[in-house]
Antibody, heavy 119, light 107 residues
């Protein structure tokens, strides 16, 4: 059973870069063909898809984030990462990493990590 | 982007009730529609994929239907553990988008 765990700073200053890592255990990040996603949720609000990286390395991003996002993978550590540049208070949210959104039997999520943007 | 509109945004129901939540897409998404359940402070859990298919391990009191632009999630014989938020999500095209959610509370 694959498990995902987010990690990274809980507090980021405005205009700086938010960096989060998702560690995948219980299965190699390179075994099989999966989409590795980042999703966020401001407090009391809905879910927003940030982007994903495929096992081949191909990335897709939400245009709403206007080129501030980079998702990368480190196969040696079985991790994939999120980088969000030039953050503002609007980027304060619970950030989730997830595998294969909506795919039967492979849809899996981390528990989420709260990130606050504040000076 | 495809906009997903859920209704109602909140509802109150009792244990044993049958409830239906709807989700409307701004354009046709065939049956590329998934439903998630989320409890406070927890990750979403996939309930239904491809509009009407029950994810393994999900109780049969959950069911989904629809195609094109209109979809529904029905929960029969509500149990206490079903009181949560529910989100629809389209996987027809990028960017993936979610509905605004339906929060279900105990009456």
């Amino acid at each position: 059973q694959v498990q995902l765990q987010e990690s990274g700073p809980r507090l980021v200053k405005p205009s700086q870069t938010l960096s989060l890592t998702c560690t995948v255990s219980g299965g190699s990040i390179t075994s099989g063909s999966y989409y590795w996603n980042w999703v966020r949720q401001p407090a009391g609000k809905g879910l927003e898809w940030i982007g994903r990286i495929y096992s081949s390395g191909t990335t897709n991003y939400n245009p709403s984030l206007k080129n501030r996002v980079t998702i990368s993978v480190d196969t040696s550590r079985s991790q994939f990462s999120l980088r969000l540049d030039s953050v503002t208070a609007a980027d304060t949210a619970l950030y989730f990493c997830a595998r294969d959104l909506g795919y039967p039997n492979t849809d899996s999520w981390g528990q989420g990590t709260q990130v606050t943007v504040s000076s | 982007d495809i906009q997903m509109t859920q209704s109602p945004s909140s509802l109150s129901a009792s244990v044993g009730d049958r409830v239906t939540i709807s989700c409307r897409a701004s354009q046709s998404i065939n049956t590329y529609l998934n439903w998630y359940q989320q409890k406070p402070g927890k990750a979403p859990k996939l309930l239904i994929y491809a509009a009407s298919n029950l994810q393994s391990g999900v109780p049969s009191r959950f069911s989904g239907s629809g195609s094109g632009t209109y979809f529904t999630l029905t929960i029969s014989n509500l149990r206490p553990e079903d009181f949560a938020a529910y989100f629809c999500q389209q996987s027809y095209t990028l960017p993936l988008t979610f509905g605004g959610g339906t929060k279900m509370e105990i009456k």
